[in-house]
């Protein structure tokens, strides 16, 4: 689950997975708060896409990338900029693995 904790002006993201906090962030920025809890919501909504039409033989991130930046671009195309660049990010450190070679997001 996920959830905000609030106080003395600072907003803590928790994340915990299985009963084990897998993440904390911590801002005094409402805005990346907000960015923060809409990536997740955009990247569930393109995850179970992907997950229902996935092609075989493809690197299933390279779907649910796509569409969560499509999604994001839909709510506000500076999130959608910054979710782009940090998926170029890992891509550069973790290639799509599949016939298609490494490509990056446009």
Not at 26 to 36: F, K, P, Q, R
Not at 80 to 98: S, V
Request: aromatic letters at 12%; proline letters at 2%; hydrophobic letters at 35%.
């Amino acid at each position: 689950w996920r959830k905000p904790e609030i106080e003395n002006n600072k907003i803590w993201y928790v994340v915990h997975e299985r009963g084990i906090q897998k993440e904390k962030r911590e801002t005094s920025d409402v805005e990346m708060a907000l960015y923060w809890f809409v990536c997740d919501a955009v990247n569930s909504c393109a995850s179970t896409h992907e997950l229902k039409t996935r092609i075989h033989g493809q690197d299933s991130r390279r779907q649910w990338m796509a569409l969560s930046v499509e999604y994001m671009r839909k709510i506000k195309i500076e999130w959608a900029n910054r979710l782009r660049d940090e998926y170029n990010t890992i891509l550069d450190a973790y290639p799509f693995n599949d016939n298609l070679g490494n490509e990056k997001l446009v």
